[in-house]
């Protein structure tokens, strides 16, 4: 059974950082494309950054781009979303999900807020 559980969110003052996680079961990490969303107050859900499999490579939604950073940990089956230089508008519920077959997984989410 596929789970995921999210977790390392908080309070941070603006420019702050954090490191969130995404721990894995069911599957391994490494076979799998990783993705991290957010959701805002009142707004959709949006995509932030994704990790493949073969390579690793990496993509990033504009605003995110020289700021977040995501990691894999085969060895704990866990996926990592390093947030630096934090902006107010980074504050969301933050999400991984996973693809397998035609269904997506969530965790249940991880609550970042980005206040002075």
């Known amino acids: 059974q596929v789970q995921l559980v999210e977790s390392g969110g908080g309070l941070v003052q603006p420019g702050g950082s954090l490191r969130l996680s995404c721990a894995a079961s069911g599957f391994t990490v490494s076979s799998a494309a990783m993705n991290w969303y957010r959701q805002a107050p009142g707004k959709e859900r949006e995509w932030v950054v994704s990790i493949t499999t073969v390579g690793g490579r990496t993509n990033f939604y504009d605003s995110v ?38 269904i997506d997984y969530w965790g249940q989410g991880t609550q970042v807020t980005v206040s002075s």
């Open 65 to 102: 781009k020289g700021r977040f950073t995501i990691s894999r940990d085969n060895a704990k089956n866990t996926v990592y979303l390093q947030m630096n230089s934090l902006k107010p508008e980074d504050t969301a519920v933050y999400y991984c999900k996973v693809r397998k077959g035609s």
